[in-house]
Antibody, heavy 117, light 112 residues
Framework: EVQLVQSGAEVKKPGATVKISCKVS????????MHWVQQAPGKGLEWMGL????????IYAEKFQGRVTITADTSTDTAYMELSSLRSEDTAVYYC??????????WGQGTLVTVSS | DVVMTQSPLSLPVTLGQPASISCRSS???????????LNWFQQRPGQSPRRLIY???NRDSGVPDRFSGSGSGTDFTLKISRVEAEDVGLYYC?????????FGQGTKVEIK
C-alpha cells in the first residue's frame, strides 16, 4: 500500500522558517516527482513546486521562488519542503503528492502551518 | 504562467441529475509530445485531493464511470452523469503541460 505520511502541525512566528517532511512507502521513491501544494483556509489549491528524487532537480512556482526549498532524501525515502520568511498569508495546509502522468496519484494527509505572532 | 479558469465556481445540483464543469486555459495544453496533460481532481470536505481524470479523458483507477472528461486545446469539461451524495466537494482542473503547473480556482459542488 502506497502511503505518504507528513509531519505534524506547526505554529510559527512571522519571519521564521518551517520545514515539513513527507515520508513515503509502498513504491520506489525515485520513480515519481514529489509535488508540494498549498491550500490556504477556504481557498483553492496552489502548486508550489516539485523535486525529482532521482537527481534532486527542482522546479518552483515563481510566487514561492526564493523562499521555498524542496529536497529529497533517498536514504530515508523522505521529501521535505522548507518555507522561509513566513508571513500570515502562508497560514495554510501543505500537501505533498505524487501526480504521475498516467498511473494513480497519491497525496499526504496535509500539514497545517499557522503563522501568528 | 498558464491561467486556468473554471466555471461555474458554485454548482448546486439535484441528486441523480447530471453536472458539468468547464475549465479553460490561457494557452493550448497540447504538449510537444502530442499529449494534452489536463487533470481533474476532487477534494471531499476534510480530505486530501485525489485525481479523477488524467490526460483529458482517462479515469484514474477506482473512479466511478459516472465521471467523464472531454475537451481539447484550451477548452475542457468534467461531467458527472448522475450526481450522488458522495460527489459533494471541490473540483479542480490542473494543467500538466507547462511549467509551473497551475490549478483552476475550484468549483464547489453541493446538493440542492
Amino acid at each position: 500500500e502506497v502511503q505518504l505520511v507528513q509531519s505534524g502541525a506547526e505554529v510559527k512566528k512571522p519571519g521564521a522558517t518551517v520545514k515539513i517532511s513527507c515520508k513515503v512507502s509502498g513504491y520506489t521513491f525515485i520513480d515519481y516527482y514529489m509535488h508540494w501544494v498549498q491550500q490556504a483556509p477556504g481557498k483553492g489549491l496552489e502548486w508550489m513546486g516539485l523535486v525529482d528524487p532521482e537527481d534532486g532537480e527542482t522546479i518552483y512556482a515563481e510566487k514561492f521562488q526564493g523562499r521555498v526549498t524542496i529536497t529529497a532524501d533517498t536514504s530515508t525515502d523522505t521529501a521535505y519542503m522548507e518555507l522561509s520568511s513566513l508571513r500570515s498569508e502562508d497560514t495554510a495546509v501543505y500537501y505533498c503528492a505524487t501526480i504521475p502522468v498516467t498511473t494513480g496519484d497519491y497525496w499526504g494527509q496535509g500539514t497545517l502551518v499557522t503563522v501568528s505572532s | 504562467d498558464v491561467v486556468m479558469t473554471q466555471s461555474p465556481l458554485s454548482l448546486p445540483v439535484t441528486l441523480g441529475q447530471p453536472a458539468s464543469i468547464s475549465c479553460r486555459s490561457s494557452q493550448s495544453l497540447v504538449h510537444s509530445d502530442g499529449n494534452t496533460y489536463l487533470n481533474w481532481f476532487q477534494q471531499r470536505p476534510g480530505q486530501s485531493p485525489r485525481r479523477l481524470i488524467y490526460k483529458v479523458s482517462n479515469r484514474d483507477s477506482g473512479v466511478p464511470d459516472r465521471f467523464s472528461g472531454s475537451g481539447s486545446g484550451t477548452d475542457f469539461t468534467l461531467k458527472i452523469s448522475r450526481v450522488e451524495a458522495e460527489d459533494v466537494g471541490l473540483y479542480y482542473c490542473m494543467q500538466g503541460t507547462h511549467w509551473p503547473r497551475t490549478f483552476g480556482q475550484g468549483t464547489k459542488v453541493e446538493i440542492k
